[in-house]
């Protein structure tokens, strides 16, 4: 009776050890993790792009290049979630040379302010990046988008509402409102809540940064995992998370536009086994729509076939003109 009373005893002290361990761990990463946030802000002073101001609040615009005669300017719309947007369309950015290409960071990404208790109707959101491009000296014509993911809605809903605006869009591996047929809404918007206290504690720092993306000097590098920690499932994304379900539907009825279509699609395996019909179906609907699949992941700009995705661009944009 001794030696179990002693196991028990001693299984008890290590177990209590076991705790005391984790929270010192916990708190010593959450007091990091704060710490780090004010010092990687005062590190995000090199924004490479311009500040404007959206209804009391900064939005970032970044201009590359200028634009030539009755050439179109590329307009790119992040998917949700990315923390660095001009970063990480970077790859894509660097092999399109003779065009104006524009990124507009909505609230909440990139080196735009976080702003809670946002709208984030799709109505509103349009209306911010077209405010945004406005105050950036962007006319609003002639315009080519190329979303990616759930960019895509965005996109489609610009070329329905402002079809004279909109001369063609190039989708980069973008979401139509059929993408979200098969979304378990329920389990993602737990993931979202679980993803916050991972934030807070700063447990979401030992995930490393998952969105890494070549072409990027060591500055630009560091940016982008600083944004990476500040953006990571931010007020903003979050209201704008919360909102999907609604802009699917939305979109859904005011997603039919005439305007040609390049769309490039990834194999769908980062996503579900539904992606890449979807996608086929939508490109299926009108005749000036063309597909291309690639052996690619979701963020299909980042991959090899880039160099091959660009000359596509160019030929494309070529045929416009």
Avoid: C
């Amino acid at each position: 009776m001794k030696t179990f009373k002693k196991i028990a005893k001693w299984m008890g002290l290590v177990t209590l050890g076991i705790v005391i361990v984790l929270f010192a761990f916990v708190g010593g990463l959450t007091t990091f993790h704060h710490i780090a946030l004010v010092t990687e802000r005062g590190r995000l002073d090199n924004n490479p792009g311009q500040l404007v101001t959206v209804n009391g609040n900064r939005m970032n615009v970044y201009i590359r290049g200028e634009q030539q005669g009755n050439d179109p300017t590329l307009i790119f719309i992040s998917g949700a979630g990315t923390a660095a947007p001009i970063y990480n369309f970077m790859p894509l950015l660097n092999r399109l040379p003779n065009y104006r290409l524009v990124v507009v960071e909505r609230f909440g990404y990139g080196y735009s302010d976080i702003v809670r208790g946002l709208d984030r109707d799709i109505s509103s959101m349009l209306s911010d990046t077209r405010k945004a491009l406005i105050l950036a000296n962007i006319e609003l014509e002639n315009l080519i988008l190329l979303p990616h993911s759930m960019g895509g809605l965005e996109a489609l809903y610009w070329a329905n509402q402002h079809p004279d605006e909109i001369k063609a869009i190039i989708g980069l591996d973008m979401a139509v409102p059929d993408s979200y047929n098969y979304l378990d809404f329920d389990s993602e918007k737990s993931q979202i809540m679980m993803a916050r206290g991972l934030k807070f504690f700063g447990l979401s720092r030992l995930m490393g940064n998952t969105q890494g993306t070549a072409d990027l000097t060591n500055h630009q590098r560091r940016q982008q995992n600083a944004l990476g920690h500040r953006n990571f499932v931010n007020p903003s994304l979050v209201a704008e998370g919360l909102a999907l379900l609604d802009n699917i539907e939305i979109v859904r009825e005011n997603s039919d536009t005439s305007v040609p279509m390049l769309m490039f699609s990834s194999h769908g395996k980062d996503i579900d086994d539904n992606w890449v019909p979807t996608q086929e179906a939508f490109a299926n609907e009108r005749a000036n729509r063309q597909l291309i699949v690639k052996h690619a992941g979701h963020y299909i700009h980042q991959y090899h076939v880039v160099e091959n995705i660009a000359n596509e661009i160019i030929a494309f944009v070529g045929g416009l003109l």
